[in-house]
């Protein structure tokens, strides 16, 4: 189960949606908004023997009226299929005279070998110039969906940078970067699999981090991440006092938590309470290190830098700063 939802998440969500979204308006506007109306169809659709049965008729007709005109319209309204019709009838008069057989073809041969008559062309449905629009307007509302997708992305984007205004995702990013990595071969371990910088700054409260952890072949082994477990107090932004980590493990049913605890949350009963369902509960300190196994992984994560908030709380209660290293090895043994 866990593979399948770490599958899930690389994904990519938004074209799979958008598409989703476009086949179901299609299906809208095509059977309900402007449904194909197929009218005004001549005879040249129908099956072989009930185009046998029309020039039967049509045969009949004439031995009434005789009119050569209407015979020969009704014999163009089954174009190409009206010879064989005919053919048929001679082998098989049934009920039929075979003299007014005979007469009706005469009567043809006579009109169409005179040029007094030209092979109907097959009826065009009227239904093209619907579907023709169907078409166009299902692509110009997903058009716009993306549009206005990107549109909003953008003005997000560009609208903060555009301000002046440094986020606190911005900030977080850039203290990531700058922030030095651990060299662990100089320490005497093989180098990790993956090592990743990632930072939580006072005011990103969607802050959830989740990397991809691959062999050099490209094979996927499983994930692993961080994100706010629990925040106290009330308003904006959120005062986050504890952080989840996690690690998942392709090769293992369980995925390993661990939950990264401030002074006061880990000294709090009821906020320790809550939250050791979710793994086992850790005090922060700076340049701690953290754990986590699984059946063929290891993820260790070290507190690289740790500040406070300072505002009306209790003392050391939530996190203005703090950068975490998460680096990857396979499980030996």
């Known amino acids: 189960m866990q593979f399948i939802v770490a599958l899930l998440k690389k994904l990519p969500i938004l074209p799979i949606v958008m598409l989703i979204a476009g086949l179901l308006l299609g299906l809208l506007f095509g059977y309900v908004i402007a449904p194909v109306k197929f009218v005004d169809a001549t005879p040249a659709y129908l099956r072989a023997d009930l185009q046998e049965d029309y020039l039967r008729m049509a045969i009949d007709s ?35 005279d075979p003299a007014v057989v005979k007469a009706y ?53 560009l609208g903060k940078r555009g301000s002046g205004e440094v986020t606190a995702v911005m900030q977080a990013s850039e203290i990531s970067r700058n922030a030095e990595k651990t060299n662990f071969e100089d320490l005497g371990l093989a180098p ?71 002074h006061h949350a880990f000294n709090d009963p009821e906020i320790r309470a809550r939250l050791e369902r979710k793994g086992e509960l850790v005090v ?8 986590l196994e699984t059946a063929t992984l290891q993820l260790l994560a070290t507190v690289v830098d740790l500040e406070y908030g300072k505002g009306p709380m209790p003392s050391n209660s939530y996190f203005e700063r703090i950068t975490l290293e998460l680096a990857i090895w396979p499980r030996q043994g």
Request: hydrophobic content about 40%; proline content about 4%.
């Open 62 to 96: 004439f031995r009434l009226n005789s009119d050569p005109n209407l015979a020969v319209q009704r014999w163009q309204n089954l174009g190409v299929g009206a010879q064989q019709a005919y053919s048929n009838i001679q082998a098989n008069p049934g009920t039929a």
């Open 105 to 157: 073809g005469d009567v043809i041969t006579a009109v169409l070998s005179s040029g007094g008559g030209q092979p109907a062309p097959e009826t065009e449905i009227g239904s093209s110039s619907v579907m023709r629009t169907a078409v166009i307007g299902v692509g110009l509302i997903l058009l716009l969906g993306v549009l206005a997708a990107g549109g909003f992305y953008l003005f997000r984007l």
């Open 192 to 262: 990790p699999i993956t090592q990743t910088m990632t930072t939580y700054v006072l005011g990103d409260d969607l802050y959830d981090e989740s990397f991809s952890i691959d062999t050099q072949a490209g094979e996927f082994m499983g994930e692993y991440g961080v994100g706010v477990s629990e925040a106290i107090g009330v308003g904006d932004p959120k005062k986050v006092t504890a952080l989840e980590i996690w690690l998942f493990d392709k090769n293992d049913i369980k995925t390993a938590t661990k939950v990264l605890m401030s």
């Open 284 to 291: 922060v300190e700076p340049q701690a290190q953290v754990l």
